[in-house]
């Protein structure tokens, strides 16, 4: 539901499936890696430097960690903006992605028009975007390593050689050099050579090692730095993600608006919103209908349906019969008005292209179901069986594996198969109420007598989007769109309207 409302009815997200499947599993490993990254180094560096601090005194480590710091400070400034690069990577990404995702959902389309030279283009523009994109960041890390393996193996280096010669040279106040047990591991040694005395610290060589360990950590935590952008990078997108989400479900949308004269009026009208309650029956007092792209097409929709009233929707397309639809279902909100329905479970909706699960024949006529619910429900494969037989399409279950046969149902089943297994599906569920948007269309009017019949039988109300005089008869009332913003709500007389057309 959350990532239907964030792709349909708000565009601050794009690409929401890239975000879901890739980039938050990057965001989850840089934030694992970031630890261990981190965490060593900066207890190393607490260690060696304490060690340090009382072999060479502290006013020298003071020295060489301003100047470190200082140095630290450059880098940084000169560091490009990885984290940026990472977010318009992952954004690129997951435009060539959907590139791709499109291709397949409308593959037939393209093959039939012969359009794979165009498609073509549109990925290879997309790809070498990418491409180019992913270059500019290479060679940028390139330099920032070079500069940054200067700084610490060789500048900082050096500074430390001289930081550990000092004890050498100076008498340090306070640190003791002549004891075995000092950490340091320092003694001197003293010797005349030709009337001078001449101290040698031995410990230089243990004090250039913890030196080098201190500086190795260091090091690890400014290499770090560049993770850490990335992870910010990655964390920008997650947390926008994440934003959009708690904003959709608080019912704030925002969406970019038709170029109307009455754009202000329309927006005025998305800004609102209405109200929604449970009750035995459907009923529209002042509901607006509005468009996927922001346009009211009708300001103020007022019906009901009472159960046994069964309804038929006619109008042209882009009227709004789809919207009605969506707003019944719970997946649009209610901009105003009150809108009274039934609980989600009491309403059953059947599209002109059914939707076809993976799984086996069985899971087909059950869905959204599963085995342990339909046991739960008392009904058997028996049962099954005899509802398949009312659309007259029990010998599907001849098939190899019967009940228990998987195949890939939308290439397998013709477009009239696939609306029978509908039907089927609908007569398992036995709602309150039923959505048909024109779920006959591929079926002969003989078996769609016998689903209007049998689906009255079982006390379903019904409410059909159809074109067909043929459904006239199985319906009480009307509501009929213009397309202009307007509407008629009231009784079908079928005969006399069959009258009236001829």
Same mark, same amino acid.
């Given at each position: 539901?959350?990532?239907y409302?964030l ?6 997200i794009?690409?929401?499936d890239?975000l879901?499947?890739v ?7 840089s ?6 990254n981190?965490?060593k ?13 009382r072999?060479?005194?502290g006013?020298?480590? /003071? #020295?060489?960690?301003l100047? +470190?710091?200082l140095s630290?400070?450059?880098? &940084?400034a000169?560091?490009?903006?990885f984290? $940026? ?16 995702s ?8 393209v093959?039939?028009?012969h ?7 549109t990925?290879?523009?997309?790809y070498?975007?990418?491409i ?8 940028r ?6 500069m940054?393996?200067?700084?610490i193996?060789y ?7 001289m930081?550990?010669?000092?004890p050498? /040279? #100076?008498?340090i106040?306070? +640190?003791?050099g002549?004891?075995m047990?000092d &950490?340091?591991?320092?003694?001197y040694?003293? $010797?005349?050579?030709?009337?001078l005395r ?12 913890m030196?080098?360990?201190?500086s190795?950590a260091f ?6 730095y ?7 990078g990655?964390t920008?997108?997650v ?13 704030h949308?925002?969406?970019k608006l038709?170029?109307s004269?009455?754009t ?11 109200k929604a309650?449970?009750g035995?029956?459907i009923e529209?007092t002042?509901v607006?209908?509005?468009?996927p ?9 007022s ?5 046994g009233?069964?309804?038929l929707?006619?109008?042209p ?6 919207s ?5 279902g ?9 809108v ?5 479970e ?14 086996t024949?069985r899971?087909?006529i059950i869905?959204?179901d599963?085995i342990?619910?339909?046991r ?8 099954l ?5 009312v659309v ?29 297994i509908a039907?089927a ?5 036995a ?10 269309s591929?079926v002969t009017l ?8 049998e689906?009255?039988?079982?006390g379903?109300?019904?409410?059909t989007?159809s074109h067909?005089?043929?459904l006239w008869?199985y ?13 008629i709500f009231t009784k079908l007389?079928?005969?006399r309207r ?5």
């Open positions: 539901m959350t990532f409302t792709s349909a009815l708000d565009d601050r794009k690409n929401a890239q879901i499947t980039d938050v599993a990057k965001f989850s490993n934030l694992a890696e970031l630890y261990s981190i965490a180094p900066v207890l190393d560096m607490i260690i060696y430097n304490y060690s340090l601090s072999s060479v005194g006013e020298g480590l /003071f #020295f060489m960690s100047i +470190v710091q630290a400070s450059v880098m &940084r000169l560091t490009p903006p984290g $940026r690069y990472v977010a318009d990577e992952a954004r690129l990404e997951g435009e060539f992605r959907f590139q791709h499109r291709l397949i959902d409308y593959s037939e389309e093959a039939l028009y359009g794979h030279e165009a498609e073509k283009d990925l290879d523009k997309g070498f975007t990418l180019k994109h992913v270059n500019r960041i290479l060679r890390r390139f330099y920032h390593g070079v940054e393996d200067f700084v193996k500048f900082w280096g050096a500074l430390g050689l930081l550990c010669s000092v050498v /040279f #100076f008498k106040p306070g +640190v003791a002549n004891s047990g &950490r340091t591991e320092s003694e040694i003293k $010797r005349d050579v030709k009337g001449l101290t040698t610290l031995i410990g230089f060589v243990t004090n250039r090692r030196l080098l360990m201190s190795d090091g690890r935590v400014m290499f770090s560049k993770e850490v952008t990335e992870l910010a990655y920008s997108r947390s926008t993600l994440l934003d959009v989400i708690d904003d959709i479900q608080a019912g949308f925002e969406k038709v170029s004269a009455n202000k009026e329309n927006a005025a009208v998305l800004q609102g919103r209405g309650t449970e035995e029956d529209f002042d607006p209908i509005v468009s792209n922001g346009d009211v097409l009708v300001r103020a929709l019906f009901s349906v009472k159960p009233d069964h309804l929707i006619v109008g397309n882009g009227c709004g019969k789809s009605l639809f969506r707003i019944l719970g997946l649009w909100p209610v901009y105003g008005g009150t009274r329905k039934p609980p989600f009491d309403i059953f909706y059947i599209p002109q292209r059914p939707y076809l699960s993976r799984g024949l899971q087909q869905y959204p599963g342990r619910e339909m739960d429900k008392g009904i058997t494969d028996n049962d069986h005899q509802i398949l037989s007259e399409i029990e010998s599907i279950i001849d098939r190899p594996d019967g009940w228990d046969a998987e195949q890939e149902w939308t290439d397998v089943l013709s477009g009239g198969l696939q609306q029978r039907m599906r609908l007569f398992y569920h709602p309150k109420y039923a959505i048909l948007d024109e779920c006959t591929s003989e078996i769609e007598r016998v689903m209007y019949n689906a009255k039988r079982l379903i109300t019904l409410m989007v067909r005089r043929s008869k319906h009480k009332n009307i509501l009929q769109f213009d397309g202009q913003g307007h509407y007389d079928a005969d069959l009258q009236l057309e001829e």
